[in-house]
């Protein structure tokens, strides 16, 4: 007889590719989880992984059983959620991944609200890169995630939150404020402040132009946090570019050091994300209603501007 259990094990040494690492994720001891693939294989006789190799792959037929197996811990966990739905409470946990560029914009307007009307939900939130989101939310690792789209991803739903203004941040004398309505290529300076590669902001920001290689060329300085690029305008002087979202709280002293871009307006659209197969679908909706009641009313026009991409 083969356990849920031994399924969650043999998912789990395949995601990390080393058993205590995998013991870890699973909260039991590297021997408890050895013993347990060890008589799993011994009842399907079948060898799972190639112990040989490092980092830890499985055999063949193991690469088989593996996805079989996510696909029944899912189909599992979809059952027991369906059940939960139909209860007239909203409960249970939801993980949701946010990127970072995001998270500490949005989060304030709607997290506080959340708490207060659904109590019961254990919500649990990890900013993390849209890569990893995506992964995650293929692997089932996620509930939902929160970042710019769209994504084109066979296997998940975007639902669109909002649309956020990409603007210029700098000093008040710097050339960029002193025009005050950009065009695309004026941002063609070696004085700009990016983010690190592999942010889908840096993407949008290096679409809002054709002269892609111009930009990479002028980049001098990498950082993974739009805030920490805002203190290095301040105190280094240059430019940056941020969402709509981060200028919302700003003082009005700091809003002088604005600038914003001709029509029509470049803008990033930010989507609500699962896999097809969610089954969370009240909890899901409870969050895209919680951010729709308490965001600014501006950030829901779509058509202010027209949407970057940044693939």
């Known amino acids: 007889m083969i356990s849920l259990t031994q399924l969650e094990y043999i998912v789990a040494i395949d995601n990390y590719k080393h058993f205590a690492k995998a013991a870890d994720a699973c909260n039991v001891t590297q021997p408890t989880l050895s013993m347990q693939l060890k008589k799993m294989e011994e ?9 040989t190799k490092q980092p830890v792959i499985p055999t063949m037929a193991g690469e088989e059983l593996i996805q079989q197996a996510r696909i029944i811990l899912r189909e599992t966990k979809n059952f ?3 059940a939960e739905n139909y209860n007239s409470n909203i409960t249970g946990e939801f993980k949701l991944g946010i990127i970072p560029t995001i998270a500490p914009y949005l989060l304030p307007y709607f997290i506080g609200s959340f708490q207060k009307n659904y109590p019961s939900v254990r919500l649990k939130i990890i900013e993390m890169k849209t890569e990893d989101i995506i992964m995650q939310l293929n692997h089932d690792e996620l509930d939902a995630g929160i970042l710019a789209t769209p994504l084109r991803e066979v ?3 975007e639902e669109p939150l909002f649309y956020e203004e990409i603007k210029v941040y700098a000093k008040k004398q710097h050339p960029l404020i002193k025009k005050k309505i950009l065009k695309a290529k004026d941002i063609l300076r070696d004085d700009i402040w990016m983010l690190a590669k592999g942010n889908c902001f840096r993407d949008q920001i290096i679409n809002i132009c054709s002269l ?13 946090s739009i805030e920490t690029l805002k203190k290095m305008v301040d105190i280094e002087g240059g430019f940056t570019l941020i969402p ?3 200028t919302l709280e700003m003082p009005i002293k700091m809003l002088e050091n604005i600038a914003e871009f001709e029509a029509p307006k470049p803008i990033r659209e930010v989507g609500l994300v699962y896999a097809r197969s969610a089954a969370k679908k009240k909890i899901l909706q409870a969050i895209k209603q919680e ?6 009313e501006e950030l829901k ?10 693939k």
């Open 43 to 51: 009842a399907l006789n079948i060898d799972i992984f190639d112990r």
């Open 80 to 82: 027991i959620e369906i």
């Open 155 to 157: 296997n998940l739903i």
């Open 212 to 224: 892609h290689d111009e930009l990479r060329e002028n980049i001098t300085y990498e950082s993974s």
């Open 244 to 246: 709509e979202l981060a």
């Open 291 to 296: 951010i729709l009641n308490n965001i600014p």
């Open 301 to 310: 026009d779509k058509n202010k501007g027209k949407v970057v991409e940044w």
